[in-house]
């Protein structure tokens, strides 16, 4: 099995209310490439500018993420994105974008990506997300995520998109901004109507629910104290769930609800540390270690 994902890779300005970091690594290409990678070998679709520091280069590649699809633009600047969060880890204000080598960027698939059986679209410009779903021969399972900034600036690239893709990554504001529904349930059922057969609502700090035609999964997130850094929660969610499934190669309702519950764990310690530092550190077998725990107080 193969996944390809498809995102950002940059740098990121943060602010909580206890620290800020100043251009530190992030991007949802490397957080969903980074949690993936403890179950597959994934391949990153991204730019960056000449800027960027080769020693995390080098961690991706120890991690066995596969970077010939990363464009290095010589003189260019790498992504940069701010983002700033008050008392409740679950709301975020951005306060600036600079898209630097993201302007025109069109991807070239390399030919060892085009036969993937997993794509990830992650969040980015949903024009870069389309031409990537033009390049790639029909993937069995293709997934998206998106921001309120691409429904309110591109959001017809973004329905179209929408259309071929089978699982679609969302929180709460976006899929009420895309169905025009207030309540989740109706909001969800909405863009189930829109393409994709499963909606993930992903809930922060309470989990994630899965809703699908007919059925629905909730998962909740590891309760975890210390929150010191809550970005990239959604794309390592992501990025476990997809690589645990490139991994068995089955995308069944259990084999999904176990994917689920490794989004989860995923999502938990990335946020336990600024930007990508976690993964330093994080092993397999503690990843294994909480999907046991939530499966035991899954269980009544
Ligand atoms: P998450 O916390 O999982 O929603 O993802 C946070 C990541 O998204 C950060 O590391 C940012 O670099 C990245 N990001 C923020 N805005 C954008 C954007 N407009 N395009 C691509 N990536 C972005």
């Known amino acids: 099995m193969s996944l390809v994902i498809i995102g950002s890779v940059a740098f990121d300005t943060i602010e909580t209310p206890k620290e800020r970091r100043e251009k530190i690594v992030g991007g949802s290409g490397t957080y969903c490439a980074l949690a993936a990678s403890y179950f597959t070998r994934p391949k990153l679709v991204a730019v960056v500018g000449d ?5 995390v280069i080098a961690f991706l590649k120890k991690r066995k993420v596969d970077l010939r699809g990363l464009e290095i ?5 790498t992504f940069h994105w701010q983002g700033r969060y008050g008392t409740d ?8 974008t600079d898209l630097n080598v993201f302007r025109g960027f069109r991807p070239e ?9 997993i794509l990830f679209l992650a969040n980015i410009d949903p024009d870069v997300q389309e031409s990537v ?13 998106t921001i309120g900034l691409w429904i309110n600036t591109k959001r017809e690239a973004l329905l179209r998109v929408l259309r071929q893709v089978d699982i679609f990554f969302a929180n709460d504001e976006e899929v009420r901004m895309i169905s025009g529904e207030r309540n989740l349930i109706a909001a969800g059922k909405k863009i189930l109507e829109m393409g994709p ?20 999964f909730g998962i909740l997130a590891y309760p975890c104290e210390n929150v010191v850094d809550p970005t990239g929660a959604g794309d390592s969610f992501a ?3 997809l690589g645990y499934l490139d991994k068995v190669g089955t995308f069944t309702w259990p084999e999904i609800k176990r994917a689920a519950a490794y989004g989860s764990a995923l999502a938990s310690f990335t946020i336990e540390d600024f930007g990508i530092d976690r993964f330093k550190t994080l092993r397999l077998r503690e990843i294994e270690e909480r999907f046991f725990r939530f499966r035991r107080n899954a269980s009544f």
């Open 51 to 55: 800027d960027f520091p080769g020693d």
């Open 73 to 77: 633009v010589q003189g260019g600047k």
């Open 89 to 96: 880890p679950n709301q975020r204000e951005t306060v600036r």
């Open 109 to 117: 698939i390399p030919p060892s990506y085009k036969k993937a059986d």
């Open 133 to 145: 779903v033009r390049q790639v021969a029909k993937p069995r399972l293709t997934a998206m995520d």
């Open 197 to 216: 057969s499963f909606v993930v609502l992903k809930k922060g700090e309470h989990g994630a629910l899965i809703l699908g035609r007919n059925r629905v």
């Open 239 to 241: 990025g476990g769930f």
